[in-house]
C-alpha cells in the first residue's frame, strides 16, 4: 500500500504559479508511475499531467500543456506539479495518484490516491 500527502495547494490571482507537493511512502517510489488529477464538485476526476518512474516520460492533457509541468525526485519520494499562468478554470481539488504502470490518463489506471489539496484561482 502507498500513502500519498499532497501539500502546496492555495489561493492564487489569475497569471500566477503554484507548486504541488505530493509526498510517497509505503512501497518503493522509483517502481511508481506517478500522476496529478483535478475535481470540481459535481464533476469527474480529471487527468492532469503523468510521469514515469525515472522521470524521464510525461504526458499531459491539452487543458493545461505548456502551463503546467510534473516532475519528481526518487530520492526526497515526491512528485510535484508547477503550476504556471493559472486560470480561474484551474480552480479545484488536486490530488496526486500512483500506478504500477506508467503514464495511465485515466483514474482507473491509479491504484492509490492523495487525499487532495485545494488550489482556488481568482479573477
Known amino acids: 500500500q502507498v500513502q500519498l500527502v499532497e501539500s502546496g495547494g492555495g489561493l492564487v490571482q489569475a497569471g500566477g504559479s503554484l507548486r504541488l507537493s505530493c509526498a510517497a511512502s509505503?512501497?518503493?517510489?522509483?517502481?511508481?508511475?506517478m500522476g496529478w488529477f483535478r475535481q470540481v464538485p459535481g464533476k469527474e476526476r480529471d487527468f492532469i499531467a503523468g510521469i514515469n518512474w525515472s522521470g524521464g516520460s510525461t504526458v499531459y492533457a491539452d487543458s493545461v500543456k505548456g502551463r503546467f509541468t510534473i516532475s519528481r525526485d526518487n530520492a526526497k519520494n515526491t512528485v510535484y506539479l508547477q503550476m504556471n499562468s493559472l486560470k480561474p478554470e484551474d480552480t479545484a481539488v488536486y490530488y496526486c495518484?500512483?500506478?504500477?504502470?506508467?503514464?495511465?490518463?485515466?483514474?482507473?489506471?491509479?491504484?492509490?490516491w492523495g487525499q487532495g489539496t485545494q488550489v482556488t484561482v481568482s479573477s
Open positions: 509505503g512501497r518503493t517510489f522509483s517502481d511508481l508511475g
Open positions: 495518484a500512483a500506478s504500477r504502470l506508467n503514464l495511465r490518463t485515466t483514474a482507473r489506471g491509479y491504484d492509490n
